[in-house]
């Protein structure tokens, strides 16, 4: 990579930092400015759990660390989701300041190639994307407890304890319990209704306490009784000590927090769905999203190409004026692809279903591409 290269990249980096920073500060700002009596009231009750009094200006200031603790892994989830706006917004703002500072015309005239101009571009593009791959495989797997925190939860470590209503597994059960714990994988006062195929119960089983170990939820004190028995049949409660079930505590809490399913690594959705019992649907909805991730990098990529003819001229253009006409192309094309590629498509396998909107947008990126005039 030459001087030119570096120039124009790291005037790209730039602009993609900043427009990150002003995304994030303002959605930070808008939260807080709406919750913030919130964020004050869960750091006097958590002053109040180590026995401390907070007062004047040590209370905002532990409000203020409440708001960066709860926070910082949302905005690594947003990364994620605003990366492919921030390249294309990016990509603008600075070819239009090379246009302004006559850059470009001092390029062209020395027969400096606008597709060798583009070049540093696309290379700064992939290696943003790597990024979004690394933390949506790595960091965000590691950090969705913290994502699925609510604003009165800020500080607190781990998932709060919730009730389940009603869950049912790839094997027909119902699974109802008064509460769930996240972090021990502990299900207390349980009830597993066992159902036949006209989804009658047919059996229901009672434990004080559920614990998943090895792929089975052993029982504390755990009892089977049949609901439908012919005449003179046993009626006694019998004991039970474990059942197995693809229902773990990862598949109770992304059914709690939606936000926790789509954090999900490659490899834990290729564990899930190596499950014999994973329902079909469940199945289906997660192999969308693990090929889906795919797709949306390359529709985001592709994206970029699009939009740099609109910038990346050979006459000075108004850059308003370009971005008028960019803006409904780009974002077009990255909700676009977002909503294609979560919704399923008859007749179609997911994998395939899922990179329509590549095959969609790949002849676009070819004809833009190379209706460069240099």
């Known amino acids: 990579m030459n001087t030119l290269d570096r120039a124009v990249a790291r005037q790209f980096l730039i602009n993609i930092l900043l427009l990150l920073v002003i995304l994030f500060s303002f959605v930070v700002v808008v939260d807080v400015s709406l919750n913030l009596q919130r964020f004050v009231n869960q750091a006097e009750r958590l002053a109040a759990q180590r026995g401390e009094t907070l007062e004047g200006a040590r209370r905002f200031l532990s409000a203020a660390l409440l708001v960066?603790?709860?926070w910082w892994p949302r905005?690594?989830?947003l990364f994620n989701y605003l990366i492919g706006f921030v390249l294309v917004g990016?990509?603008?703002f600075t070819v239009s300041q090379m246009v302004r500072n006559r850059e470009l015309v001092a390029m062209m005239a020395s027969g400096v190639s606008l597709y060798r101009v583009a070049r540093p571009l696309l290379l700064v593009g992939v290696g943003v994307l790597g990024v979004q791959v690394l933390n949506q495989e790595l960091v965000m797997p590691q950090i969705a407890p913290l994502v699925a925190r609510s604003n009165t939860q800020a500080g607190d470590r781990t998932l709060a304890q919730f009730p389940v209503q009603l869950a049912p597994d790839g094997s027909g059960r119902l699974w109802q319990a008064a509460s769930f714990d996240p972090v021990a994988g502990r299900l207390s006062d349980v009830n597993i209704w066992e159902r036949d195929s006209a989804g009658r119960a047919q059996r229901r089983i009672s434990?004080?306490?559920a614990t998943f170990i090895d792929g089975r939820w052993v029982f504390e004190g755990g009892r089977v009784r049949n609901l439908r028995i012919e005449a003179g049949g046993p009626r006694d409660a019998q004991s039970v000590a474990s059942i197995t079930s693809d229902l773990d505590p990862t598949a109770l809490v992304a059914q709690r927090?939606?936000?926790?399913?789509?954090?999900?690594?490659?490899?834990q959705i290729r564990e899930v769905l190596a499950s014999p019992k994973v329902k079909p649907?469940?199945?289906?909805?997660?192999t969308r999203v693990g090929w889906g991730r795919l797709s949306q990098i390359i529709c985001t990529f592709l994206t970029l190409v699009v939009s740099i003819p609109f910038f990346l001229t050979r006459e000075p253009l108004n850059p308003v004026i370009q971005s008028l006409k960019c803006a409904p192309v780009a974002v077009g094309s990255?909700?676009?692809a977002t909503l294609a590629i979560m919704q399923p498509i008859p007749g179609l396998p997911v994998e395939l279903a899922a990179f329509i909107p590549v095959l969609t947008l790949l002849p676009v990126a070819i004809a833009m591409g190379t209706s460069i005039k240099t």
């Open 68 to 70: 960066v603790d709860l």
């Open 75 to 77: 905005l690594l989830q």
């Open 90 to 92: 990016a990509m603008g």
């Open 207 to 209: 434990a004080t306490h």
């Open 257 to 267: 927090y939606r936000t926790y399913a789509t954090n999900l690594s490659w490899r």
């Open 281 to 286: 649907e469940l199945a289906e909805q997660l």
């Open 334 to 336: 990255l909700l676009g």
